[in-house]
């Protein structure tokens, strides 16, 4: 079975531009999450799709990022237009819903990206 | 809400010893506990999780940790570690809800040398 992938790997772009990262879940898991790693910080949470919906866009940082799974299926993250504060690793996780206790989060290698 | 703090950033061993990570969490509320590992240039993957019942939970790769509610702690333990323990640690905490997106510490680095 294959794991959460993410595309790309890493990403460098300058500020003001547009960069979209795109995220496969593990089939037939409902959840995904996005999370961010800025360097030297915590792994935070940004936003959870239950299938195409979005269940909690709490971590969200600002309206510059927009989060979408179509069909339920692949997630995509744009970033527009991106800021230098916005350099980190994009991971994301999906996880089985089972509707009952704690589901085991997957998670991708992440996305690197950096703003110059 | 929950809080994680993960009380050392760098852990360097020498292999075959025992190491401790440490971790300790502030909540309200009753959560489940993790401990993930970051190999270089992998995702997290789950080591272990403490969701009831027995306080000692065991891991793969020969991890362990005890949750102690008294001190709100979670500490990561291995009797003896090996260069391919060399990675990143992250606990975290969530919620009891279903689906809950987990909080995170800012990671431990352990590194093993010979």
């Known amino acids: 079975e294959a794991g959460v992938t993410q595309f790309p790997s890493h990403s460098v772009i300058e500020k003001g531009q547009t960069v979209t990262l795109r995220c496969d879940p593990i089939s037939g898991h409902d959840n995904l999450y996005w999370y961010r790693r800025v360097m030297g910080k915590e792994i935070k949470f940004l936003l959870h799709?239950?299938?195409?919906?979005?269940?909690?866009e709490s971590g969200m940082p600002n309206n510059r990022f927009l989060a979408e799974r179509t069909g339920g299926t692949y997630s995509t993250l744009k970033v527009q237009p991106a800021e230098l504060e916005d350099s980190g690793v994009y991971f994301c996780a999906s996880s089985h819903f089972t509707g009952l206790g704690v589901n085991e989060q997957f998670f991708g290698p992440g996305t690197r990206l950096t703003v110059l | 809400a929950q809080s994680v703090t993960q009380l050392d950033s760098q852990v360097p061993v020498f292999e075959e010893a025992p190491v401790e990570l440490r971790c300790n969490y502030s909540s309200s509320v009753s959560v489940y506990l993790f401990w993930y590992v970051q190999y270089p240039n992998q995702g997290l993957q789950l080591l272990l999780k403490?969701?009831?019942?027995?306080?000692l939970v065991k891991g793969i790769n020969g991890f362990e940790a005890e949750f102690n509610k008294s001190q709100t702690s979670f500490h990561l333990r291995k009797p003896s570690v090996h260069i391919s323990d060399t990675a990143e640690y992250f606990c975290?905490?969530?919620?009891?809800?279903?689906?809950?997106?987990?909080?995170f510490g800012k990671g431990t680095t352990l590194s093993v040398s010979s």
């Open positions: 975290a905490v969530s919620a009891l809800k279903a689906g809950t997106a987990l909080i």
């Open positions: 799709f239950v299938k195409e919906s979005k269940q909690d």
């Open positions: 403490y969701l009831s019942g027995s306080t």
